[in-house]
Nanobody, 125 residues
């Protein structure tokens, strides 16, 4: 069964950090660009970051530039999202998704084939 599983979410104070993980089972992530998305209450899901299959190319949405870092370890079949300087507006359910291509091709959801169930990130004092 092809599956992506996110982990690492939780409650953190403003200015704090979290590292999210996206682990694959049933298939190898080597050939896929991986995107991170988030959905805040009452809002549409939005793209956050993307990394190409070999990790040579990354992309970040403007709200997270300079604070989030995406990386991958293909040997572990896992992609990470390091989130620093967290703000209350970062509160959302975070999802990872495997893209249809090996390169980042934007955040249109139709470009992503496999999705995880999401992990909750709450930034609050």
């Amino acid at each position: 069964q092809l599956q992506l599983v996110e982990s690492g979410g939780g409650l953190v104070q403003p200015g704090g950090s979290l590292r999210l993980s996206c682990a694959a089972s049933g298939f190898t992530l080597d050939y896929y660009a991986i995107g991170w998305f988030r959905q805040a209450p009452g809002k549409e899901r939005e793209g956050v970051s993307c990394i190409s299959s070999a990790g040579l190319s990354t992309n970040y949405a403007d709200p997270v530039k300079g604070r989030f870092t995406i990386s991958r370890d293909n040997a572990k079949n896992t992609v990470y999202l390091q989130m620093n300087s967290l703000k209350p507006e970062d509160t959302a359910v975070y999802y990872c998704a495997a893209g249809s291509y090996s390169y980042c091709s934007g955040y249109g959801e139709h470009r992503y084939n496999y999705w995880g169930q999401g992990t909750q990130v709450t930034v609050s004092s």
